[in-house]
């Protein structure tokens, strides 16, 4: 079950990185859930690194590094599907 809500919190944070980047980016679907759990487990050390990773109600902070870390790993990998037909 844990891979599952893994792969569901990939989806809305890759999600989310594709909405707040300009442009369109063609990174596919599979990669963007890759790069939005990888992003969630990146944004969630950095979160304990700055001590935010735990704060009393919503975490914003941490969830706003995630998607920050997200979003610039689907920046770096945009330029590699920008040249590719579907």
Sequence with gaps: MT???ALVAGLIVGLLAKL???GRQPV???LTVLIGAVGALLG???AS???VRHTGG???VRHLLQV????VLIAAATPMY???RR
């Design 20 to 22: 707040v980047l300009p």
């Design 28 to 30: 596919p679907l599979w």
């Design 49 to 51: 690194y700055l001590g």
């Design 44 to 46: 969630n050390a950095l």
């Design 58 to 60: 919503i975490d914003w």
């Design 3 to 5: 891979i599952v809500w």
């Design 68 to 71: 920050g870390v997200a979003a």
């Design 82 to 84: 920008s040249g590719r």
